[in-house]
């Protein structure tokens, strides 16, 4: 049994932006099938503090970057939760990376160093007795975790998960002194980068083990156009890279309990809840596939490839019902054109409860990513039978297995799958996903599939637990 501390910033159901929340929030519960302990430590955001149930505190620090602040230990939502309760990091209006109006927050260096320090403590000294065997970091804001490790002189083995490379934590590198960094490890071997102190970087090189969330996402790293300034440090590092795709939490998402929808075991069931998210999108009958998309609106999720390929959709009798939020320009432009077409209706917003009626209630499921490390929805739309059309890259390419004629006369086929990723072909495969929506027999038998495909976490936490094993002798 390996006790394992994960550092992270955030973790469903408590707070959540995006699929890391979800990652954090599921892996303690797949871990203890495999025998092993993991804690989730966490900033104290004002907006979790009051969900956190009775806490206990087991460490008190005089000067955490800044002001005073607690460790705090609970369990909340059946996971073991250590919270770092520093109100002049945390305790304030607006997301947990930026103000309401999206401005990063000026002292996230800062903010997130805090958390990685108190990792390290942790990691030295234990939390209220408990002590980990291993410490687990996820993305950027767990970056500087082997570097307080180093400087405590403290060998817990540190693993790191990348889910997103596109955020490195940058800041100048006269802030060494405001993060307690050792300015003789500031250089291209450890956290610099081009000058800036990198958190993302610090976690590459002190890791014992690096993992992501796909092995095609793992590949691809390795590459100049996906590793985006991290890949030569990666392929120096390749022997302790590997890539182990994400599950679901099968027992939020599961069709057959799903306290959002109208329950079903088999795709026949989907009609009841296809009707509701129409009437609930405005979106009258159709011949069509009613399709949907859930998803931060970033440059990432190439929602820009979508707009110019709708006419492929909607020209075809489909459909579409968006819920997302982002960037205000792609806000703007999906609106724009919902105005325009009968068809198509845009929620800007979020929303978990209808994020699950869409799963239920489409016919298909679009990620049109321009790159994804794993992607969540995809493996939402498998297990309700909605089949995902997305891009061949990443996690996505991994999850769905494409309907070439190869894949259809298998009868394995479970989705949808283009390249380049371009507009162009996304609406070639836009037009290949109606023609197959026309084709009820083989619609249904893609939806079985889907339906059978497996999307839990249980070979992947193996994986994890073999990881954290191997550190441990
Ligand atoms: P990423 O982490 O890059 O945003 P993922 O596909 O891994 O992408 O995870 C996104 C998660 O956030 C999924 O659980 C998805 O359902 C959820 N999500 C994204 N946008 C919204 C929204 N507007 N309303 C409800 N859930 C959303
Ligand atoms: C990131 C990625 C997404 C992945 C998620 C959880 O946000 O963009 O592809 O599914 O992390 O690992």
């Known amino acids: 049994m390996t006790q394992i501390l994960s550092v992270v910033s955030e973790c469903a159901p408590l707070i959540k932006t995006g699929g890391l929340a979800d990652v954090a929030g599921a892996l303690p519960g797949a871990l203890a099938e495999h025998g092993d302990h993991m804690s989730v430590l966490l900033p104290g955001y004002r907006a979790i503090m009051g969900k956190l149930g009775k806490t206990k505190v087991v460490d008190t620090f005089r000067d955490l970057f800044g002001g005073k602040a607690r460790l705090l230990a609970c369990n909340a939502y059946g996971l073991d939760l250590l919270i770092v309760d520093a109100p002049h990091l945390y305790d304030r209006d607006g997301g947990i990376y930026g103000d309401a109006a999206g401005q990063d927050w000026h002292d996230n260096p800062e903010r997130f160093a805090a958390l990685c320090y108190v990792a390290a403590l942790i990691a030295k000294d234990g939390a209220g007795g408990w002590i980990p065997d291993v410490v687990h970091g996820h993305d950027w804001q767990a970056g500087l975790t082997p570097e307080y490790l180093a400087a405590q002189g403290v060998k817990t083995p540190f693993v790191f998960t990348i889910h997103n490379i596109a955020f490195h934590g940058n800041t100048g590198g006269e802030r060494l002194g405001s993060l307690r960094l050792d300015p003789a490890r500031f250089n291209a071997d450890q956290f610099e980068f081009w000058g800036h102190i990198s958190a993302l970087k610090a976690g590459l090189a002190g890791a014992d083990r690096i993992t992501t969330v796909s092995q095609t996402y793992a590949r691809e790293l390795l590459t100049p156009e996906f590793g985006i300034g991290m890949d030569g440090i990666l392929r120096a590092r390749q022997s302790d890279l ?75 009798g489909g459909q579409l019902a968006l819920l997302g939020s982002g960037a205000p320009d792609l806000e703007v432009a999906l609106l724009e054109a919902a105005a325009n077409h009968p068809n198509m209706a845009v929620k800007i917003g979020y929303d978990e409860p209808l994020s699950h009626q869409m799963i239920a209630g489409g016919d298909a499921i679009l990620v049109p990513s321009r790159f994804e490390p794993c992607g969540l929805t995809q493996l939402y739309g498998l297990r309700y039978g909605t089949l995902p059309l997305v891009s061949l890259t990443g996690g996505l390419a991994d999850t769905v297995i494409n309907a070439s004629p190869a894949a259809l006369s298998a009868g394995v086929a479970t989705g949808v799958q283009f390249h380049p990723i371009t507009a162009q072909a996304l609406s070639d495969a836009l037009t290949t996903l109606c023609a197959l929506y026309a084709q009820p027999d083989t619609w249904k038998k893609m939806q079985r599939n889907a339906m059978k495909h497996a999307v839990g976490w249980d070979t992947s936490a193996a994986k994890y637990h073999a990881i954290y094993a191997e550190l441990t002798p």
């Open 242 to 316: 590997s890539g182990i795709v994400n599950g679901i939490d099968e027992a939020v998402w599961n069709p057959a309990t799903d306290p959002n929808i109208t329950t079903y075991k088999a795709p026949s069931g989907k009609a009841a809840n296809k009707r509701a998210l129409q009437k609930t999108f405005g979106l009258g009958k159709s011949d069509g596939p009613l399709c949907v998309l859930i998803s931060r609106l970033t440059e990432q999720k190439g929602i820009d490839l979508l707009i110019q390929a709708l006419p492929a959709l909607l020209g075809n």
